[in-house]
């Protein structure tokens, strides 16, 4: 059985700060207008782009997660 990805899980694998607080204030520090796709952020290295491209492609459970960062991303540009 393997543990489903968290997004503690996903910010260790980027290399960044997985405390809660790390994860809340990079979200609200890194907002994407609506045309940018996670993958194309100008804060990632090489390296991060392409474990999140990877990970997006795979459509396992780390995908899902990654998705849920993608769409906490763009938050400020979805109308509420």
């Known amino acids: 059985m393997s543990v489903r990805p968290r997004m503690t899980n996903l ?16 979200i609200a520090t890194h907002q994407l207008n609506p045309q ?12 991060q782009r392409q474990f999140l491209a990877e990970k997006i492609k795979s459509d396992g459970s780390w995908a899902i997660t990654v998705d849920q960062l993608n769409e906490s991303l763009h938050e400020d540009s979805v109308e509420k």
Do not use: M, P, R
């Open 36 to 47: 940018t796709k996670i993958t194309e952020a100008d804060y990632w290295t090489e390296g």
């Open 11 to 26: 910010f260790e694998q980027l290399g960044l700060d997985s405390s809660e607080e790390a994860i809340a204030l990079f």
